[in-house]
């Protein structure tokens, strides 16, 4: 189970190494979010994050997409783009189970990550950030992720995870 849950991370979230899987040309910019526009408290704003947060870890999202739905996101292009072609990224999702919005710039997610539907790490808890008026993945959670697939170590991981708390 282990490895199929580093795997996850490996899909759902890339990595530093280098992968000689193909890489989809980038799209065209689109809306980081299709959810209607929110206030940053309240059950719209988990609504916002749910819809988000799940956005960001399909593999059919594009990935311009997932990396406007990243705190940050701009920094991990190479990274997310390096993994979008991976056959286990094609069936990597997460299912949010709960969202506690603490304040208008921070929300508390109970997630899990999935592959072909099946649970491979459950009730993951993780961080959504409001970021330039999107409620985006927390920069702690991806990083978090990454150094499970890392076997623990933030060795060779962007710098911004060796920061990110």
Known sequence: ?????????????GSSSNNSGSSPSPSAATPATSAPATTATGSSAAATITHNWEKFFNAKTPVAQRVALLQNGSAFASVIRAQAGSGLAS?????????????????TVKYSILVSGATALSNQTGVAVMQDGTWKVGLASFCGLLTLENNGKTSGLPSLCKTAG
């Not at 282990?2 to 490996?10: D, R, T, W, Y």
């Not at 069936?91 to 929300?107: C, D, M, Y």
Request: aromatic fraction near 0%.
């Open 1 to 13: 189970m282990l490895v199929g849950a580093l795997g996850v991370g490996l899909a759902a979230c």
């Open 91 to 107: 069936t990597a999702s997460a299912k949010v189970s709960k969202v506690i919005v603490t304040s208008s710039s921070q929300a």
